[in-house]
């Protein structure tokens, strides 16, 4: 990353231009990233769910959401097991 992506990146974040990208900035501060990707986790279980049983997506869709869920779950299961690992050997 440049220095110029490097600014451009937290004007966006301080002026609200992606409201999304502000409030996951405000949230990691708050909380760190590997509770944020933990709740995601979480979270892509159930969405995952519900997009098999949603009548109203596309199987292209369907598709993206189940696999952008299944990449947010390993990546939390990843998260998880490093955490426990950690509390393992302390």
């Known amino acids: 990353m440049t220095q110029i992506e ?7 974040i301080e002026t609200g ?5 502000s409030a996951m900035s405000s949230l990691v501060e708050k909380w760190g990233l590997p509770a944020i990707i933990m709740a995601l986790g979480d979270i892509s279980v ?6 098999i049983d ?20 390993n990546l939390s299961d990843l998260m ?11």
Request: a negative charge; glycine letters at 2%; charged letters at 25%.
């Open 54 to 73: 949603a009548e109203n997506l596309t199987a292209n869709q369907r598709g993206l959401i189940m696999n952008a869920c299944a990449q947010v779950s």
């Open 17 to 21: 231009e992606n409201p999304l990208l």
């Open 6 to 12: 490097r600014e451009q990146f937290w004007t966006k």
């Open 80 to 90: 998880n097991a490093e955490l426990e690992f950690i509390k393992a050997n302390k």
């Open 46 to 51: 159930v969405l995952s769910e519900d997009a």
